[in-house]
């Protein structure tokens, strides 16, 4: 098993080399340093949120929320900031505590009543997402001191790559050393596989949960302030939609979506391939809802895609007499 | 000797590089029983997903009258007559008892709906047949190891085959359940099916079995009539040395009281239980299947809640439903269904074998491959599992190393109080020896030991004292010198005196 979640590691990375060496060849401007700029501008919210999600589905959960938290904590990050709140770190920690309690709703109803996460996500995706409108309503907040806003997009001194992902890339060692060097990590991969059996070795399953819940809300909060400052607007829409984004991401890197498989190198280097795609295709003039089909059909691949190898196998073993 | 009905000459089965069997020859004739015995590991399961269609062969044929068989799954295998219980019960855990029963061949009628009154009767007499107390209506979730196992039963049973293939069917049932599913098995054989018997118990083997076949390594050594035969000559052919005593039970003495559980009541489980075990001591819970063994060590060990009563480690109380807590108080549970409870079939040997000790293995909080493989290695290495790589998925492994596995697992953990809720489950001799010596020698180490197992000899051989369980209530305290066949089985089935 460990061997098979190297390759398709390995399959992505590949790919994504591929992608990135054929765009840079056939688009215009893939070459471009500019484009590999907004590449990752635009990947940065979605790693940051890829990081949690990947470790929710490994237990087999899923948080569909994490747009509308995003959202939310944009909303009250503006209304915060319109009402005289003017430090920034201030701003931040509240956001983050904000998006941490959203999380833990999400958890609470997942873990206390043993309600399942798709139906309780769902539920808050569009509660969370009404409560924005409720507080900003059609508003956009984005009189931020300009400081802010080049501060969130500064790049790296002598490129053009914007110094957040380097917070990004540091969260993801992380992330990656809990889910793949640390005992917690055990447990999440035991629990996604048998949680039963995790339980009778002594796993708490359901308190582990409720953490990754609280986790994946103060990410995608954070992601939130990061969204707000890079377009300087704070707006109840901010961020429709982009847990399809994550999700896809996430099992295109290999994780099963029943839980207890996968890694997150290649759910990080999905990120990007998704990215550079979505990208390198815009510049090539495609148009947009070719573009969701594209990302659609990616999906299904990931999820059918492990499936239809292990029938072959099994096909291929079977006659072989 | 009546002839041959089902056939199988020269066949070998390989996964990767293990060879599981070898140039394997078997037959199976009409109105007999036939024993196949073999270590952990041998082939034998192999040898039965053959048969069941689940495996095809890499070589060799299978004829059943004559007629060459070529499977290519297991709905083949039925229409052929051939009926298959399997080493792992595999209900479906949602579905009713009589549904998981008919699975497939629902009785029907008008408007091709399915008939559940009939399913429901038909279930009933199935389990009337059996002896076995079990409602058709309720869901397989939940059910206890050994009624999942009678359910494959009554299921295999039902299908009225020519050719009934057994593996361990016996493992997790005790001696009343066994003698019932003998009754049944001698009727079909005297009806004329061929019957294939695979067990570790070779009392069992040697009463229902005419003839036995011995295995080793994958390869067939020995078929003979069980009348040439000996449990001694058995043992050695599938071993290839003399085992040891079977019951090496050391003289203790015995401590200061470790484990104490008070008036320990679950609705609709068991109700005030109370039993202390000293360090050093041995204790055996018995009972009959349904007896609430397996319900009280649950509870114990934290997995279930109770609703009153109290369980104490070494004088202080553990909290009530809290398995990490009682981990940590030296607890150790080895639970009764390995594929359900005791494994992640899923993860590699060595994620399994540490699983409980994931804490204390990391170094600076870093939990790294190297200290898991050499943990898991140490141990596996202790109780003979029989692996390709540690790194291999635990499923990949013979039943009887799956549970080596799981006893690693717990007993790498050092604890205090170990209860093992049938230990050796699918375990050969000559292993089943060592985890003996080891339980033995763990008691005389000052462990408390609470050991359920459904094997009367193990009970008698092994405790120090047996405590025994009907219908969920505590019935008799017997000490090792009283504890015989008789006084057990009086109190397990509800004519205690004690
Ligand atoms: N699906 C599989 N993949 C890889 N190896 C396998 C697989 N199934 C069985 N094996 C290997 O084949 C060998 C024989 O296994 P088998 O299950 O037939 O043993 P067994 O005689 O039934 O043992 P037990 O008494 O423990 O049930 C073992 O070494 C086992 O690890
Ligand atoms: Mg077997």
């Not at chain 2, 599938?238 to 039970?249: F, H, I, L, Q, T």
Request: proline share 4%; with cysteine; hydrophobic share 50%.
């Amino acid at each position: 098993m460990v061997k098979g979640l190297r390759s398709w590691d390995a399959i992505v990375l590949l790919a994504l080399v591929v992608v990135a060496i054929v765009g840079a060849l056939t688009i215009d401007g893939v070459a471009s340093p500019r484009f590999w700029r907004f590449v990752t501008l635009e990947a940065i919210p979605i790693a940051l949120i890829a990081l949690p999600m990947t470790l929710v589905i490994i237990t087999g959960e899923i948080d569909l929320s994490v747009a509308s938290v995003l959202g939310l904590t944009c909303t009250v990050m503006g209304q915060l900031w319109v009402s005289g709140v003017t430090s920034l770190p201030a701003l931040i920690a509240i956001c983050l505590l904000l998006g941490a309690a959203l999380g833990a709703v999400n958890g609470l109803f997942i873990t206390g009543f043993g309600l399942p996460s798709l139906a309780v996500t769902i539920g808050t995706l569009a509660l969370y997402r009404g409560l924005a409108y409720v507080v900003l309503g059609d508003r956009a907040v984005s009189d931020y001191p300009q400081t802010w806003t080049t501060a969130a997009i500064k790049p790296i001194p002598g490129t053009t790559i914007p110094w957040v992902i380097l917070v990004v890339a540091a969260l993801a060692v992380v992330f990656a050393v809990v889910l793949h060097a640390m005992p917690i990590g055990r447990g999440l991969y035991a629990m996604g596989n048998n949680p039963e059996a995790a339980r009778f070795a002594g796993v708490n399953v359901r308190l582990t949960k409720f953490w990754l819940f609280v986790a994946s809300g103060a990410m995608s909060a954070l992601a939130g302030v990061f969204w707000t400052l890079r377009f300087a607007s704070a707006r109840a829409d901010n961020g429709t939609g982009i847990e399809l984004a994550v999700v896809a991401a996430v099992l295109l890197g290999g994780v099963s979506i029943f839980g207890g498989r996968g890694a997150l190198l290649g759910v990080l280097a999905a990120v990007a391939l998704l990215g550079v795609l979505r990208n390198g295709l815009q510049l090539a003039y495609v148009p947009a809802n070719t573009l969701t089909v594209i990302t659609g059909l990616l999906l299904i691949a990931s999820v059918v895609g492990p499936n239809v190898v292990g029938m072959l196998r099994r096909t291929l073993e079977r006659n072989r007499i | 000797m009546s002839a041959s009905l089902l056939t199988l000459d020269g066949v070998s089965k390989s996964f990767g590089a293990v060879a599981a069997l070898r140039d394997v020859r078997l037959e199976l004739a009409g109105g007999q029983v036939h024993g196949l015995v073999g270590e952990n590991g041998a082939g034998k399961s192999t040898l039965v997903k053959i048969l069941a269609g689940v495996h095809a062969p890499d070589a060799g044929t299978v004829t059943l009258d004559g007629q060459p068989l070529r499977l290519s799954g297991p709905a083949e295998a039925r229409a052929a007559g051939i009926a298959v219980i399997y080493q792992e019960p595999t209900l479906f855990p949602d579905l009713s008892v009589a549904e998981n029963i008919f699975m497939g061949r629902q009785p029907l009628r008008g408007l091709r709906r399915i008939d559940t009154a009939k399913m429901r009767t038909d279930a009933g007499e199935l389990f009337a047949r059996l002896g076995v107390h079990l409602d058709p209506d309720r869901p397989a979730r939940g059910l206890s190891i050994a009624d999942q196992q009678l359910v494959e039963i009554a299921k295999a049973i039902s299908l009225d085959a020519r050719v009934l293939v057994m593996d361990e069917p016996t493992a997790a049932l005790s001696g009343v359940e066994v003698e019932r599913l003998f009754a049944v098995t001698r009727a079909l054989r005297d009806a004329g099916a061929a019957v294939l018997f695979i067990s570790h118990r070779f009392d069992e083997v040697f009463a229902l079995c005419q003839r036995i076949t011995v295995m080793r390594d994958g390869r067939w050594v020995s078929t003979d009539p069980v009348d040439a035969l000996t449990v001694d000559v058995v043992v050695r052919r599938m071993v290839g040395r003399e085992v040891s005593a079977m019951y090496p039970k050391q003289d203790t003495t015995v401590g200061a009281p470790r484990l104490q559980v008070r008036g320990l009541s679950r609705d609709g489980a068991f109700a005030d239980v109370g039993f202390t075990v000293h360090s050093g001591e041995i204790v055996a819970l018995a009972g009959l299947v349904g007896a609430g063994r397996s319900e009280v060590c649950r509870a114990i060990f934290g997995i279930d809640r109770y609703d009153a009563g109290e369980v104490l480690v070494d004088g202080v109380r553990l909290s009530n439903g809290d398995t990490a807590a009682a981990i940590k108080a030296g607890v150790a549970l080895v639970p009764e269904d390995r594929r359900q409870q005791g494994l992640v079939m899923e993860l590699s040997v060595q994620r399994n074998a540490t699983l409980p000790r994931r804490w204390e293995l990391a170094r600076g909080g870093l939990l790294l491959g190297a200290s898991e493989r050499r943990a898991a290695a140490a141990w596996a290495q202790r109780l003979q599992v029989k692996a390709g790589r540690l790194t291999d998925a635990v499923s990949t492994l013979s039943g009887g190393n799956q549970q080596k596995v799981v006893l690693a697992k717990w007993l790498a953990t050092k604890p205090r109080v170990l209860i093992v809720d049938e230990p050796t489950r699918g375990i050969d001799v000559g292993t089943k020896a060592e985890v003996h010596r080891l339980l033995s020698q763990l008691a005389a180490e000052g462990v408390a030991v609470l050991m359920v197992s459904s094997e009367l000899p193990e009970v008698l051989g092994m405790a120090d004292r047996v405590l025994v369980m009907h219908e969920g209530r505590l019935t008799a305290d017997i000490p090792r010198q009283r504890a015989t066949e008789e006084s057990v089985m009086h109190a397990a089935t509800g004519q205690a005196d004690a």
